[in-house]
C-alpha cells in the first residue's frame, strides 16, 4: 500500500536524516588510474570527442571485478585486491554495458552503431553476435538497461517496458513483453515511476497487471534520475536514485532495501561525484543486498563497496 499521513514523514526521516554513510559502510575500495598501462584505464577528453571513461563493469563469483574499458576495445580483468589479470580484447569501441552468464560468458551491448548483443568467451573470445532491433524494440538507441535472467537476457526500453531477446539458451527467442522489469520470481514485474519530483512509486505486479505491493518513496532532495531498481532472490527489493538539494547544490546516491512485501527496511547515501565523463552503469547489486559504485574523478576510476545496514 501507498504510504500516507504520518507514514510519509516517518519515510522521510529515515530516508534523509538516519541513514547510514559510506565512510561508515564502505568495506573495499578500488582506485585505477587512467592511461595506457595494463592496470590503466582508457578515457577521452572533452578536447577529443565525446567525454568517456570506462562504460560498466562487474564483480564476479570469484571476486574478480570485470571493467568494460570501451576507449581501451577491451575488457580488463582485476582479482580481489585490484590486481591487474589480464584482458579480453573487443572488436570495437562502441560497447556500453555487459552482463555476465551463470556460466561466465559474457554479454556485451552497442545499441548505438553496430546495435548488437555480443557474446563473449574469455577463452574464445566472440562467440556469436545477435541484433538488438526487431519485434518490440524499433531503435535500439532506446534501450536504457540490461540484465540477465534465469529465463534469458532482457532489454528495457524506455524505462518503460523490458523485452526477453534471449531465452534460456542464451539464443534469440520469441519476444515477450513486461512492463518496468522484469522480477526474478515471474511471472512478475518491477515498475518505479517518479510520482512528484520528490516522491518514487514502485509496485510488484503479478502476470496481470495487478499489484501485489506498492510503496511510495519520499525524498526530502529532488530526484534527478530513478539510477536502478533490483529485486534480490529472497525478493526483497533494491531502489537506488540520485538527488539533488536545490538549496545547497549537494548530490546523493540514495539506496532503499525493501522487504518482500515492499516495506522499507534499510536506506544509505553516498556522495554523488559529478564528473565530465561519460559512465552507463555506476551501481550494481550484489545477491545479499550490498552495493558496488563506480565513479571517476581526475585521478582514475574508483569503485567502492557499500553497504546498507
Same mark, same amino acid.
Not at 595494463?38 to 571493467?67: C, H, K, W
Not at 552497442?110 to 524494440?137: A, C, M, N, S, W
Not at 536506506?267 to 552507463?280: K, M, N, R, S, T
Given at each position: 500500500?501507498?504510504?500516507?499521513?504520518?507514514? %510519509?514523514?516517518?519515510l522521510l526521516l529515515?530516508?534523509?536524516a538516519g541513514?547510514?554513510h559510506?565512510? &561508515?559502510?564502505?568495506d573495499?575500495?578500488w582506485a585505477?588510474?587512467?592511461g595506457?598501462?595494463a592496470?590503466a584505464?582508457?578515457?577521452?577528453?572533452?578536447?577529443?570527442?565525446?567525454a568517456e571513461?570506462?562504460a560498466?563493469?562487474?564483480?564476479?563469483?570469484?571476486g574478480?571485478t570485470?571493467?568494460l574499458?570501451q576507449? /581501451?576495445?577491451?575488457?580488463?580483468?582485476?582479482?580481489?585486491?585490484g590486481h591487474f589479470?589480464?584482458s579480453?580484447?573487443?572488436?570495437?569501441?562502441?560497447?556500453?554495458?555487459?552482463?555476465?552468464?551463470?556460466?561466465?560468458?559474457?554479454?556485451?551491448l552497442?545499441?548505438?552503431?553496430?546495435?548488437?548483443?555480443?557474446?563473449?568467451?574469455e577463452l574464445?573470445g566472440v562467440?556469436?553476435e545477435?541484433p538488438?532491433?526487431g519485434?518490440l524494440i524499433?531503435d535500439?538507441?532506446?534501450?536504457?538497461?540490461?540484465?540477465?535472467?534465469?529465463?534469458?537476457?532482457?532489454l528495457?526500453?524506455?524505462h518503460?517496458?523490458?523485452?526477453? @531477446?534471449?531465452g534460456?539458451? %542464451?539464443l534469440?527467442?520469441?519476444?515477450?513483453?513486461?512492463?518496468g522489469?522484469p522480477a526474478?520470481?515471474g511471472?512478475?514485474?518491477?515498475?518505479?515511476?517518479?510520482?512528484?519530483?520528490?516522491?518514487?512509486?514502485i509496485?510488484l505486479q &503479478?502476470g496481470? /497487471?495487478?499489484?501485489?505491493?506498492?510503496q511510495?518513496? @519520499?525524498?526530502?532532495?529532488?530526484i534527478?534520475?530513478i539510477?536502478w531498481v533490483?529485486?534480490?532472490?529472497?525478493?526483497?527489493?533494491?531502489v @537506488?536514485?540520485?538527488t539533488?538539494?536545490?538549496?545547497?547544490?549537494k548530490e546523493?546516491?540514495r539506496?532503499?532495501?525493501?522487504?518482500?512485501s515492499?516495506?522499507?527496511?534499510a536506506? /544509505?547515501e553516498?556522495?554523488? @561525484?559529478?564528473?565530465?565523463?561519460?559512465?552507463?552503469r555506476d551501481v550494481?547489486?550484489?545477491? &545479499? /543486498?550490498?552495493?558496488l559504485?563506480m %565513479?571517476?574523478?581526475?585521478s582514475?576510476?574508483h569503485?567502492? &563497496?557499500?553497504?546498507?545496514p
Amino acid at each position: 500500500m501507498s504510504m500516507r499521513g504520518s507514514n %510519509w514523514l516517518a519515510l522521510l526521516l529515515l530516508l534523509s536524516a538516519g541513514v547510514a554513510h559510506a565512510e &561508515d559502510l564502505a568495506d573495499q575500495k578500488w582506485a585505477f588510474p587512467w592511461g595506457d598501462g595494463a592496470r590503466a584505464l582508457g578515457r577521452l577528453d572533452p578536447n577529443e570527442s565525446d567525454a568517456e571513461g570506462p562504460a560498466s563493469f562487474l564483480v564476479n563469483e570469484l571476486g574478480e571485478t570485470l571493467v568494460l574499458d570501451q576507449v /581501451g576495445s577491451r575488457i580488463a580483468r582485476f582479482d580481489k585486491r585490484g590486481h591487474f589479470i589480464d584482458s579480453i580484447a573487443l572488436p570495437g569501441t562502441s560497447y556500453m554495458e555487459m552482463d555476465q552468464l551463470p556460466n561466465g560468458r559474457l554479454l556485451l551491448l552497442d545499441r548505438l552503431v553496430k546495435r548488437t548483443i555480443l557474446l563473449v568467451d574469455e577463452l574464445l573470445g566472440v562467440v556469436e553476435e545477435y541484433p538488438v532491433e526487431g519485434e518490440l524494440i524499433d531503435d535500439s538507441g532506446a534501450v536504457t538497461a540490461m540484465f540477465v535472467r534465469d529465463d534469458g537476457l532482457w532489454l528495457e526500453v524506455s524505462h518503460t517496458y523490458s523485452v526477453r @531477446v534471449l531465452g534460456l539458451d %542464451w539464443l534469440p527467442c520469441a519476444r515477450v513483453l513486461v512492463p518496468g522489469r522484469p522480477a526474478r520470481a515471474g511471472p512478475a514485474s518491477l515498475v518505479a515511476r517518479l510520482a512528484s519530483p520528490h516522491a518514487l512509486h514502485i509496485a510488484l505486479q &503479478d502476470g496481470m /497487471g495487478r499489484a501485489t505491493w506498492s510503496q511510495e518513496l @519520499v525524498y526530502a532532495d529532488s530526484i534527478e534520475r530513478i539510477v536502478w531498481v533490483e529485486d534480490l532472490v529472497d525478493g526483497r527489493t533494491v531502489v @537506488v536514485v540520485h538527488t539533488r538539494n536545490e538549496s545547497t547544490g549537494k548530490e546523493y546516491l540514495r539506496a532503499t532495501r525493501l522487504t518482500a512485501s515492499g516495506k522499507v527496511e534499510a536506506a /544509505g547515501e553516498v556522495p554523488y @561525484v559529478v564528473a565530465i565523463w561519460y559512465l552507463q552503469r555506476d551501481v550494481r547489486i550484489r545477491r &545479499d /543486498g550490498s552495493l558496488l559504485r563506480m %565513479w571517476y574523478d581526475d585521478s582514475g576510476v574508483h569503485i567502492d &563497496d557499500w553497504r546498507l545496514p
